[in-house]
Every structure is written in structure tokens, then in C-alpha cells.
T-cell receptor, first 110, second 112 residues
Framework: GESVGLHLPTLSVQEGDNSIINCAYSNSASDYFIWYKQESGKGPQFIIDIRSNMDKRQGQRVTVLLNKTVKHLSLQIAATQPGDSAVYFC?????????FGTGTRLLVSP | NAGVTQTPKFQVLKTGQSMTLQCAQDMNHNSMYWYRQDPGMGLRLIYYSASEGTTDKGEVPNGYNVSRLNKREFSLRLESAAPSQTSVYFCASIFGPGEKLFFGSGTQLSVL
């Protein structure tokens, strides 16, 4: 809905730049992490995931990095496009449940 | 293949009214979830159903009830709506542990 995204941290980039969205997670026992993209008025869509036994995973134009030492997750988007404008959420799985972060809004200017 | 379907998309209620949010998935998923999304709060789990015939409380269950009607359908009921329940509600489903969640398109609920 339109109320999603108020009070969110925002990253503004130019089209063609690389974007890096960061996420700190809380549970050192979490074993699985996911990034979701949410466009206005839509439900979250899966982008990429990573298990705790990995520190990097690449997809099409996206890379997820996991630093378990500092409990930090990042999503890198290469050659950002206007269609990448959305709210991005990280989620961690601990104790069989997914816990979502509050999200970051990515704004891409042409 | 519709994925996860939620109805209605929008709803306005008066305080004290009741309503049921419907969710159905056609992916033969075992587990289904109801989340609410509020500004600055991320997605919070209300209830989930790990498999047909079971339901469990999530992080914010107060004021809600759920029914796992069959493997496909998982409904969320507000017995007496309150303004604090104004939110966007998402249903999601998953085949099994370690799989990614598939989300519906959401229900925007306003309680006046």
C-alpha cells in the first residue's frame, strides 16, 4: 500500500550506478538470509538468498554478501535501472521463523 | 498459475466490526503465513500454519484468529476490529524449510 515506506532510510542513485543496500541482523544463530524487493502496492518478491555457510552469492545483476563476524548482510545491484526503484527488505531465519528488517527505499534517477 | 491470492485488496471497517481476510495458494505448499506491515516496522508475523491442520501464534497474534481450512486456504479473522489493526496484510506460503516465501499482493485495511 501507499503507507509502506514512510520513515524508511532511502538510497538515491543515478541510473547505471551500482547500488549497495545494507542490513544488520540480530541473531547469530540465523542460518539463512533472503533479500526481497517490494514495489508500491505489491507484495514482496524474492531476489536472492544465501545460507550461513557461504559469504557471497551472485545472481543476475545482484550479489549478496554475508559477514557473520559483524552480523551484516548487503545487497549489491549492478548497473541500477529505474525498474529497480522499490523498497528492499532483508530477512533472517532463526528458530524456524523468518524475521524481516524494516527496509530501505531505493530511488533510481534517470 | 496464480501463486498466492488474497481477497479483498482494500477494506474499510468501523471499530468493532468483524471481517475475514482470505488467502489461497495453488502451489501445493505446506506452510502458510499471515504478516502485517506497518511503516517503519517491517513485516511482522501474526500467525502461521506449518502444515494442514496446525496453526501457531507469531509475533503479534492478539486480536486475530486463523483457520487453515485445507492445504490451499488460510484465513485471518478480526473479531472486533480496532484502529491499531489498520495495516497492510500479507499472506505467504512456502513448500518447506529453507525454501523462499511467496507473497500475495496484500490487503490494505483501514479501521476507523
Amino acid at each position: 500500500g501507499e503507507s509502506v515506506g514512510l520513515h524508511l532510510p532511502t538510497l538515491s542513485v543515478q541510473e547505471g550506478d551500482n547500488s549497495i543496500i545494507n542490513c544488520a541482523y540480530s541473531n547469530s544463530a540465523s542460518d539463512y538470509f533472503i533479500w526481497y524487493k517490494q514495489e508500491s502496492g505489491k507484495g514482496p518478491q524474492f531476489i536472492i538468498d544465501i545460507r550461513s555457510n557461504m559469504d557471497k552469492r551472485q545472481g543476475q545483476r545482484v550479489t549478496v554478501l554475508l559477514n557473520k563476524t559483524v552480523k551484516h548482510l548487503s545487497l549489491q545491484i549492478a548497473a541500477t535501472q529505474p525498474g529497480d526503484s522499490a523498497v528492499y527488505f532483508c530477512a533472517e531465519r532463526g528458530f524456524q521463523k523468518l524475521v524481516f528488517g524494516t527496509g530501505t527505499r531505493l530511488l533510481v534517477s534517470p | 498459475n496464480a501463486g498466492v491470492t488474497q481477497t479483498p485488496k482494500f477494506q474499510v471497517l468501523k471499530t468493532g466490526q468483524s471481517m475475514t481476510l482470505q488467502c489461497a495458494q495453488d502451489m501445493n505448499h505446506n506452510s502458510m503465513y499471515w504478516y502485517r506491515q506497518d511503516p517503519g516496522m517491517g513485516l511482522r508475523l501474526i500467525y502461521y500454519s506449518a502444515s494442514e491442520g496446525t496453526t501457531d501464534k507469531g509475533e503479534v497474534p492478539n486480536g486475530y484468529n486463523v483457520s487453515r481450512l485445507n492445504k490451499r486456504e488460510f484465513s485471518l479473522r478480526l473479531e472486533s476490529a480496532a484502529p491499531s489493526q489498520t495495516s497492510v496484510y500479507f499472506c505467504a506460503s512456502i513448500f518447506g524449510p529453507g525454501e523462499k516465501l511467496f507473497f500475495g499482493s496484500g490487503t490494505q485495511l483501514s479501521v476507523l
